[in-house]
């Protein structure tokens, strides 16, 4: 299995440009979870899905981002316009029924995207 | 609200020494407990869990954690630590579908 897959690994951006960040889950993973990872903040939940619907996007910071699952291999995180203070790293996860989700089991990460907004 | 707190942001330890991660959760009926390891640029790895039954549960690498209810509490052990172990772990706890994490504690193991 090669875990959760997540690219680029780096993004270098100019302030106003549109970033697309995408993640492949775990196959047979019903569950799939967007993080954002900063020093002031630590771990931010942004949006999480299951079965492909989400299910609470209370954490996205604004209108700016967006998050789509169309399939159960494939997600995406937009930011349009990006600014510098999206920079930070962003995790995706997936957890599946034999995983379990939050109270069941725990989840597998991908190795994370480094998004640097200049 | 359910949440989890990390006493230490930094431990620092001699090789071969044992260490202990601190980490406390607010009192709730059921309670599903974890710790994760984030090596330099890497993403988070489960490194054990509790959800019920004993106690005292054990994970990868030889750590090891206790879940204590009357102290509300969830350490992290290891008995003799790695250069290699120098990392940050995160101690979590699911809430329905979502986990919610720690602020993380910075492990720098020396030589």
């Known amino acids: 299995d090669a875990g959760v897959i997540q690219s680029p690994r780096h993004e270098v951006t100019e302030m106003g440009q549109e970033v697309t960040l995408r993640c492949k889950p775990i196959?047979?993973?019903?569950?799939l979870f967007w993080y954002r990872q900063t020093m002031m903040r630590g771990l931010e939940l942004l949006i999480y899905?299951?079965?492909?619907?989400?299910?609470?996007d209370s954490g996205m910071p604004e209108d700016r981002f967006s998050a789509k699952m169309p399939n159960a291999s494939f997600s995406t995180l937009k930011i349009q316009p990006s600014e510098p203070r999206d920079s930070a790293v962003y995790f995706c996860?997936?957890?599946?029924?034999?995983?379990?989700?939050?109270?069941?089991?725990?989840?597998?990460f991908g190795s994370g995207t480094r998004l640097t907004v200049v | 609200a359910q949440s989890v707190t990390q006493l230490d942001s930094q431990v620092p330890v001699f090789e071969e020494a044992p260490v202990e991660l601190r980490c406390n959760y607010s009192?709730?009926?059921?309670?599903?407990l974890f710790w994760y390891v984030q090596y330099p640029n890497q993403g988070l790895q489960l490194l054990l869990k509790y959800l019920s039954g004993s106690t005292l549960v054990k994970g990868i690498n030889g750590f090891e954690a206790e879940f204590n209810k009357s102290q509300t509490s969830f350490h992290l052990r290891k008995p003799s630590v790695h250069i290699s172990d120098t990392a940050e772990y995160f101690c979590?706890?699911?809430?329905?579908?979502?986990?919610?994490f720690g602020a993380g504690t910075r492990l720098f193991v020396k030589a």
């Open positions: 996860a997936s957890s599946g029924p034999g995983t379990g989700g939050g109270e069941a089991g725990g989840y597998t």
């Open positions: 009192s709730s009926v059921s309670v599903y």
């Open positions: 196959s047979g993973h019903n569950s």
């Open positions: 899905f299951n079965n492909n619907v989400p299910i609470d």
């Open positions: 979590a706890r699911g809430v329905g579908f979502k986990t919610i």
